[in-house]
C-alpha cells in the first residue's frame, strides 16, 4: 500500500501518486510533517503488511460494522431524543407567555435558536435513513421537521448534502466549499474585490460574527430554492409548511411583543440558530484537505482524510452526532448511539491501513479552522499592496 500524505501549506490532497509525492506541488511530503495546527491531533499510523487493497478493506469494515449490529434502528434514543425536544419547546412557548412584554424574552429567543438547531440536528439524521426502517417513513417524518419545526426546506437540505456525502471537500462537486461570502479556497478568494474582498482578507476572524447571519441565509436559501425551475419533489407541500410555520410564528412574535422588542427577538433566535449551526458544521471538514477536481479516490479514503472527529464527552449530544463525522461519513445510516462504538472499530482499521485518522477537540478545531480561512484569504491580498507601507499609513 502507498502511504497517504498531502500538500501541507495548500492543503490540496495528492492522490494516485508514487510514494507520497504531491501531485499539486511535486515534492516529497510524509503525513509525520503535517503539522496539528492544520488538521487537529492525527492518530499514529503503523502500516501492517498482508493488507488488502483499500476497497476491498471497506467491504470488510462494512462487514464488521454491520456484523456488530451498529446499523440497527434506535427507536428507543429517538423517542426520548423527540420526546425531550418536545417538551423544550413546550417549556420556552409557556416561558414566552408567562414573561409577558420584558426584554427577558430574549433568552426565550436564545433558547429556541438552541432548540431549532436540536431539531435540524434530528432531521438531519432523518434524511439519513437512520431513524426509522423505512425510506419514505424517514422522509416524511425529517420533511415535517425541517418544514414545521425549523422553518427550512428539506428538499433543498437533501440535494445539497447528498452532493457533499459523495465528494467531501472536492473542487466543483462539494456545495459546502463553494463560494458564498467566505472562500474556501484560494482561487475564489483570489477573485474577490471591494467590500467582499476586504471581508475575505480577513474572513478566518470574521467567520464566528457572520455565522450570527447565517441562520437567515438558510432560510432564504432553502426558500429560494423552491422557485427554481426543475423538478422539486415536495415542492407545494413544503412551501405551503414552510409559509404556515413562519407566518405563525412572526405574527405570534408580533402581537405579543412590541415592535421593537419583537425584531430584537427574532435577531436574536436567528442569530443564535445560525452560529450554533455554523459551529456545529464547520469542524467537521474545514481545514482538511481539499480534493483536486479530476482526482481519483476510493470511498474509504476519500471519506476518512477529508473528515475531522471532535472529541469530549458531552460533544455528540451537542452536536448532534456530527462530532463522529469520520464513521458518519462512512455509515451515514447509522443511528446516533452507535457511532462511539463505529469510532474504535474504524480507528483500529485506519491503523491497520495506515490512514490518517484525525480528530481534536472542539476549541482546538475552531482554531484550525480560523487559520486555514485567514490563510485561504490572503489569496484576496492586492500583489501590489505594500505591507510595509500599509503598516506606515497606518501610523
Same mark, same amino acid.
Given at each position: 500500500?502507498?502511504?497517504?500524505?498531502?500538500?501541507?501549506?495548500?492543503?490540496?490532497?495528492?492522490?494516485?501518486?508514487?510514494?507520497?509525492?504531491?501531485?499539486?506541488?511535486?515534492?516529497?511530503?510524509?503525513?509525520?510533517?503535517?503539522?496539528?495546527?492544520?488538521?487537529?491531533?492525527?492518530?499514529?499510523?503503523?502500516?501492517?503488511?498482508?493488507?488488502?487493497?483499500?476497497?476491498?478493506?471497506?467491504?470488510?469494515?462494512?462487514?464488521?460494522?454491520?456484523?456488530?449490529?451498529?446499523?440497527?434502528?434506535?427507536?428507543?434514543?429517538?423517542?426520548?431524543?423527540?420526546?425531550?425536544?418536545?417538551?423544550?419547546?413546550?417549556?420556552?412557548?409557556?416561558?414566552?407567555?408567562?414573561?409577558?412584554?420584558?426584554?427577558?424574552?430574549?433568552?426565550?429567543?436564545?433558547?429556541?435558536?438552541?432548540?431549532?438547531?436540536?431539531?435540524?440536528? &434530528?432531521?438531519?439524521?432523518?434524511?439519513?435513513?437512520?431513524?426509522?426502517?423505512?425510506?419514505?417513513?424517514?422522509?416524511?417524518?425529517?420533511?415535517?421537521?425541517?418544514?414545521?419545526?425549523?422553518?427550512?426546506?428539506?428538499?433543498?437540505?437533501?440535494?445539497?448534502?447528498?452532493?457533499?456525502?459523495?465528494?467531501?471537500?472536492?473542487?466543483?462537486?462539494?456545495?459546502?466549499?463553494?463560494?458564498?461570502?467566505?472562500?474556501?479556497?484560494?482561487?475564489?478568494?483570489?477573485?474577490?474585490?471591494?467590500?467582499?474582498?476586504?471581508?475575505?482578507?480577513?474572513?478566518?476572524?470574521?467567520?464566528?460574527?457572520?455565522?450570527?447571519?447565517?441562520?437567515?441565509?438558510?432560510?432564504?436559501? $432553502?426558500?429560494? $430554492?423552491?422557485?427554481?425551475?426543475?423538478?422539486?419533489?415536495?415542492?407545494?407541500?413544503?412551501?405551503?409548511?414552510?409559509?404556515?410555520?413562519?407566518?405563525?410564528?412572526?405574527?405570534?412574535?408580533?402581537?405579543?411583543?412590541?415592535?421593537?422588542?419583537? &425584531? /430584537? &427577538?427574532?435577531?436574536?433566535?436567528?442569530?443564535?440558530?445560525?452560529?450554533?449551526?455554523?459551529?456545529?458544521?464547520?469542524?467537521?471538514?474545514?481545514?482538511?484537505?481539499? !480534493?483536486?477536481?479530476?482526482?481519483?479516490?476510493?470511498?474509504?479514503?476519500?471519506?476518512?482524510?477529508?473528515?475531522?472527529?471532535?472529541?469530549?464527552?458531552?460533544?455528540?449530544?451537542?452536536?448532534?452526532?456530527?462530532?463522529?463525522?469520520?464513521?458518519?461519513?462512512?455509515?451515514?445510516?447509522?443511528?446516533?448511539?452507535?457511532?462511539?462504538?463505529?469510532?474504535?472499530?474504524?480507528?483500529?482499521?485506519?491503523?491497520?491501513?495506515?490512514?490518517?485518522?484525525?480528530?481534536?477537540?472542539?476549541?482546538?478545531?475552531?482554531?484550525?479552522?480560523?487559520?486555514?480561512?485567514?490563510? !485561504?484569504?490572503? /489569496?484576496?491580498?492586492?500583489? &501590489?499592496?505594500?505591507?510595509?507601507?500599509?503598516?506606515?499609513?497606518?501610523?
Amino acid at each position: 500500500m502507498r502511504p497517504y500524505a498531502w500538500d501541507i501549506d495548500s492543503g490540496r490532497m495528492p492522490v494516485n501518486t508514487p510514494a507520497g509525492k504531491s501531485t499539486t506541488t511535486g515534492r516529497i511530503i510524509s503525513t509525520s510533517l503535517i503539522p496539528s495546527s492544520h488538521l487537529g491531533a492525527i492518530r499514529s499510523t503503523k502500516p501492517r503488511g498482508d493488507r488488502p487493497g483499500v476497497t476491498q478493506s471497506y467491504a470488510a469494515l462494512s462487514q464488521v460494522i454491520k456484523e456488530s449490529g451498529l446499523l440497527r434502528r434506535t427507536p428507543v434514543f429517538y423517542s426520548l431524543l423527540v420526546g425531550g425536544l418536545v417538551l423544550a419547546l413546550g417549556g420556552a412557548i409557556t416561558g414566552f407567555v408567562l414573561l409577558g412584554d420584558t426584554w427577558y424574552q430574549l433568552l426565550i429567543a436564545a433558547a429556541l435558536g438552541i432548540i431549532f438547531t436540536q431539531f435540524a440536528f &434530528f432531521a438531519h439524521e432523518a434524511s439519513h435513513r437512520a431513524v426509522l426502517t423505512s425510506g419514505r417513513a424517514n422522509d416524511r417524518v425529517g420533511r415535517f421537521v425541517a418544514t414545521v419545526m425549523v422553518g427550512i426546506s428539506y428538499q433543498w437540505w437533501m440535494t445539497k448534502h447528498t452532493r457533499h456525502h459523495a465528494n467531501p471537500n472536492r473542487i466543483g462537486k462539494d456545495p459546502d466549499i463553494e463560494f458564498d461570502t467566505i472562500s474556501f479556497i484560494e482561487e475564489d478568494a483570489a477573485r474577490q474585490r471591494g467590500l467582499i474582498g476586504w471581508i475575505t482578507r480577513r474572513q478566518g476572524w470574521l467567520f464566528f460574527p457572520l455565522l450570527l447571519l447565517e441562520g437567515l441565509n438558510l432560510h432564504v436559501t $432553502s426558500i429560494r $430554492s423552491l422557485f427554481e425551475r426543475r423538478a422539486i419533489p415536495g415542492r407545494a407541500l413544503e412551501l405551503t409548511l414552510i409559509a404556515l410555520r413562519l407566518g405563525a410564528y412572526v405574527a405570534v412574535v408580533f402581537w405579543a411583543l412590541p415592535l421593537g422588542m419583537a &425584531f /430584537a &427577538f427574532l435577531g436574536v433566535q436567528l442569530a443564535v440558530f445560525g452560529v450554533y449551526m455554523g459551529a456545529s458544521f464547520a469542524p467537521n471538514h474545514k481545514g482538511m484537505p481539499i !480534493v483536486p477536481a479530476d482526482a481519483k479516490l476510493d470511498f474509504l479514503s476519500k471519506q476518512v482524510l477529508t473528515s475531522r472527529n471532535i472529541t469530549g464527552r458531552w460533544t455528540s449530544p451537542l452536536m448532534g452526532g456530527l462530532n463522529h463525522q469520520v464513521e458518519h461519513h462512512l455509515f451515514p445510516s447509522m443511528p446516533r448511539p452507535h457511532l462511539g462504538r463505529a469510532r474504535e472499530i474504524v480507528r483500529e482499521h485506519c491503523r491497520s491501513l495506515g490512514i490518517p485518522y484525525t480528530e481534536t477537540t472542539l476549541v482546538d478545531s475552531y482554531g484550525i479552522v480560523v487559520r486555514y480561512l485567514n490563510r !485561504v484569504g490572503l /489569496a484576496a491580498r492586492d500583489p &501590489f499592496d505594500c505591507p510595509a507601507a500599509g503598516e506606515l499609513r497606518r501610523r
